[in-house]
């Protein structure tokens, strides 16, 4: 019965790899959201759904690619792997103003 | 203009002690939010707040939304070792609704 769930947790992949991550939630919101949390811990939101519709895509590269195919689910495609984007992925959800996050998918890129 | 300055970065604090970490800006928001992360897992919310002044507690915990809806301060009563963690404070913008968050205090609590 977890509210915002992603898998897998751990994704170890070789550099040049497309990697996808998924995020699903079950409260019924409407809004999704991918955070990225580096190795500082510094969370940088990088995009957002709502109601199928993307409406903040902040200055990520277009390597990354988020999609949603239906209001519970919000995917993250990565594509040709960087060893930069090594790091903690944060799905999370909002009906008005609180965010409720999943519990993380730590990717290294090798 | 739009970041949240949160400080103290960390803190080293006994057991039993009072904690007290805050969040300011340069911006106003319409929502101050207050979240625990815990070691390998995601950020859980501990307290929202949604109107200026607004003083509300949870257990041990106390937050405030500033007077000028351009800070927020947590505080912690009796520390105990499970409030390791980083807290992380969030606002959220009344211009487009987006969500800032702060850079994260780390806590660190020894018995």
């Known amino acids: 019965d977890t509210a915002v769930s992603q898998t897998p947790k751990y994704l170890v992949t070789q550099m040049g790899n497309d990697k996808s991550i998924k995020c699903e939630q079950n409260?019924?919101?409407?809004?999704m959201y991918w955070y990225k949390q580096d190795s500082k811990k510094f969370l940088k939101i990088m995009f957002s759904?709502?109601?199928?519709?993307?409406?903040i895509n902040e200055t990520v590269p277009n390597r990354f690619s988020p999609k949603s195919p239906d209001k519970a689910h919000l995917n993250l495609h990565i594509n040709s792997l960087e060893l930069g984007d090594s790091a903690v992925y944060f799905c999370?959800?909002?009906?008005?103003?609180?965010?409720?996050f999943g519990p993380g998918t730590r990717l290294l890129v090798l | 203009g739009q970041q949240l300055n949160q400080s103290p970065q960390s803190m080293f604090i006994q057991e039993g002690e009072d904690v007290s970490m805050n969040c300011t800006s340069s911006?106003?928001?319409?929502?101050w939010l207050w979240y625990k992360q815990d070691p390998g897992e995601g950020p859980v919310l501990l307290i929202a707040?949604?109107?200026?002044?607004e003083l509300t507690s949870n257990g041990r915990l106390t937050a405030q939304f500033g007077i000028t809806r351009k800070d927020s301060f947590l505080n912690i009563s009796a520390s105990i070792p499970s409030d390791v963690g980083i807290y992380f404070c969030?606002?959220?913008?009344?211009?487009?609704?987006?969500?800032?968050f702060g850079a994260g205090t780390r806590l660190t609590v020894k018995p």
């Open positions: 999370a959800s909002s009906q008005i103003e609180t965010q409720y």
């Open positions: 409260l019924g919101h409407d809004t």
């Open positions: 759904y709502n109601n199928k519709e993307l409406i």
């Open positions: 911006s106003i928001f319409n929502t």
């Open positions: 707040l949604y109107k200026a002044g």
């Open positions: 969030a606002g959220q913008l009344p211009t487009n609704n987006d969500m800032r």
